[in-house]
C-alpha cells in the first residue's frame, strides 16, 4: 500500500509539474504579446510624431519666409507712403504692388484687376450679350447654332442643336 500512495504521490507531482511547466511558456507568451504591443505602439507613436513634426516644420518655414517678404514688402510700402516726395494714395501702391507681382510672372494670360477694373469688366461683358440665347459656330459660310443656352429664349422656343 505504502507504494501505491508512493505511486500516487510521484504521479501528482509529476502532474503539477507537467502543469506549472505548461503554465510557464502561458506567462512568457503573454509578456512577450504585451512587450510587443507596448514596442509596437512606442515605434509607432515615434515614427507618427516625426511624420508630424516634419510636416509642421515645412509650414514653419513656409510661414517664416512668407512673414520675410511681407516684411520687405511693408518695409517698401510704408517708406513710400510716408517719405516720398509727392503725396501718393494707400491705394495706388497697393494696386501698384500687386500688378508689379502678377507681371512678375511674365504670363501673358494672367492679369491683376483692381475693383474698379473687374465692375467694368464684369459690365462690358454682361451687356455685350444679347440675342436668342444660343451657342453658335461658324462652319464654312455659314453660322450654326451648337445648343441653346438654358433660360433663354433659344430654348424655350425648342432650337435643336445638331
Not at 36 to 48: E, N, R
Not at 75 to 93: A, I, N
Amino acid at each position: 500500500m505504502e507504494k501505491e500512495e508512493n505511486s500516487k504521490k510521484q504521479q501528482k507531482q509529476q502532474q503539477k509539474q507537467q502543469q506549472k511547466q505548461q503554465q510557464k511558456p502561458r506567462k512568457n507568451r503573454r509578456k512577450y504579446s504585451l512587450l510587443t504591443l507596448i514596442l509596437t505602439s512606442l515605434v509607432t507613436l515615434l515614427i507618427g510624431g516625426g511624420v508630424v513634426f516634419y510636416y509642421m516644420n515645412q509650414k514653419l518655414v513656409a510661414a517664416t519666409e512668407t512673414s520675410q517678404a511681407m516684411s520687405k514688402i511693408e518695409t517698401v510700402f510704408s517708406s513710400l507712403y510716408s517719405g516720398y516726395y509727392k503725396s501718393v494714395s494707400k491705394q495706388k501702391l497697393e494696386n501698384g504692388a500687386l500688378t508689379g507681382m502678377v507681371n512678375a510672372l511674365g504670363d501673358p494670360f494672367t492679369d491683376y484687376m483692381s475693383k474698379d477694373e473687374t465692375e467694368s469688366l464684369n459690365n462690358t461683358i454682361s451687356s455685350s450679350f444679347t440675342g436668342i440665347g444660343a451657342e453658335v459656330q461658324k462652319k464654312g459660310d455659314y453660322v450654326q447654332i451648337i445648343a441653346p443656352i438654358k433660360g433663354t429664349p433659344a430654348k424655350k422656343s425648342w432650337f435643336a442643336s445638331r
